[in-house]
C-alpha cells in the first residue's frame, strides 16, 4: 500500500527562522508534491518534483524551496518564516506512467504555526 | 489553465437522507481523469472515487459520480448519509498536458451529518 510519511507532524516556529518539512515515500513514485491547505483555498500546489535531481514551481511558490535529493525523500524549506505561512502542509506522490490512474497519495501532513 | 468549481462550502444534512456534492469543471483539454477525494478529521485525503470515462456512473462506499463532459461536471452523491460520512470532500482533475503536476482541486466541501 502507498505510504508517505511526513515530519514533523506539528512545528512551531519564530518570524525569520528556517523550517525544513521532509517527506519520504515508499511507493517508488517519480512525481512528489507540495500542497498548503488553507480553509477557503482547498488544496495549493507549492512545488513539486519529477524525480531525484529536479524541483518545479507550482501555483503558489512564492517564500518556499524545495529540494528532491533522491526518489524517496522530498523537502520544503521556508528560509525566513512569516505567519502568513502558517498552515497545514501536505505532501504527495504520484505515478506519472499511468494517466488514468494519475491518483496523487498523500502523507497525514505538518501542521506548522509560525510565531 | 484548469480550474474546479465546488458551490458548497458546506453541507448539513440528516443522517438516513441524500446529499449531493456539486463538482463543474473547465478545462481546454478533452482528455481528463476525474477525483473525488475525502478527508476524515486530522488524517490525509484519501481518493474515494475516479474516472476518465463520459456518462459512466462509478461507484464506491456507497457514493455515486458520473462524469458528464457535455456539462462539465462530476458531481458526488449517496441516498443515504451516515454519520461517518462527515469529513471534508475535495473534486479534483487532471488532464493529459498536465498530469505530471498533480491534480487541481476545488476548494472543498464540508459534509455534516447530522442525527
Known amino acids: 500500500e502507498a505510504a508517505v510519511t511526513q515530519s514533523p507532524r506539528n512545528k512551531v516556529a519564530v518570524t525569520g527562522g528556517k523550517v525544513t518539512l521532509s517527506c519520504n515515500q515508499t511507493?517508488?513514485?517519480?512525481?512528489m508534491y507540495w500542497y498548503r491547505q488553507d480553509t477557503g483555498h482547498g488544496l495549493r500546489l507549492i512545488h513539486y518534483?519529477?524525480?531525484?535531481?529536479?524541483?518545479e514551481k507550482g501555483d503558489i511558490p512564492d517564500g518556499y524551496k524545495a529540494s528532491r535529493p533522491s526518489q524517496e525523500n522530498f523537502s520544503l524549506i521556508l528560509e525566513l518564516a512569516t505567519p502568513s505561512q502558517t498552515s497545514v502542509y501536505f505532501c504527495?506522490?504520484?505515478?506519472?506512467?499511468?494517466?488514468?490512474?494519475?491518483?496523487?497519495?498523500f502523507g497525514k501532513g505538518t501542521r506548522l504555526t509560525v510565531v | 489553465g484548469d480550474s474546479v468549481t465546488q458551490t458548497e462550502g458546506l453541507v448539513t444534512v440528516t443522517e438516513g437522507l441524500p446529499v449531493k456534492l456539486n463538482c463543474t469543471y473547465q478545462t481546454t483539454y478533452l482528455t481528463i481523469a476525474f477525483f473525488w477525494y475525502v478527508q476524515y478529521l486530522n488524517e490525509a485525503p484519501q481518493v474515494l472515487l475516479r474516472s476518465s470515462t463520459d456518462n459512466k456512473r462509478t461507484e464506491h462506499q456507497g457514493f455515486h459520480a458520473t462524469l458528464h463532459k457535455s456539462s462539465s461536471s462530476f458531481h458526488l452523491q449517496k441516498s443515504s448519509a451516515q454519520l461517518s460520512d462527515s469529513a471534508l470532500y475535495y473534486c479534483a482533475l487532471s488532464d493529459r498536458r498536465n498530469y505530471a503536476q498533480g491534480l487541481t482541486f476545488g476548494l472543498g466541501t464540508r459534509v455534516s451529518v447530522f442525527p
Open positions: 504527495a506522490s504520484g505515478d506519472a506512467g499511468q494517466f488514468a490512474n494519475t491518483e496523487v497519495f
Open positions: 511507493n517508488n513514485h517519480n512525481n
Open positions: 518534483s519529477y524525480g531525484a535531481g529536479s524541483t
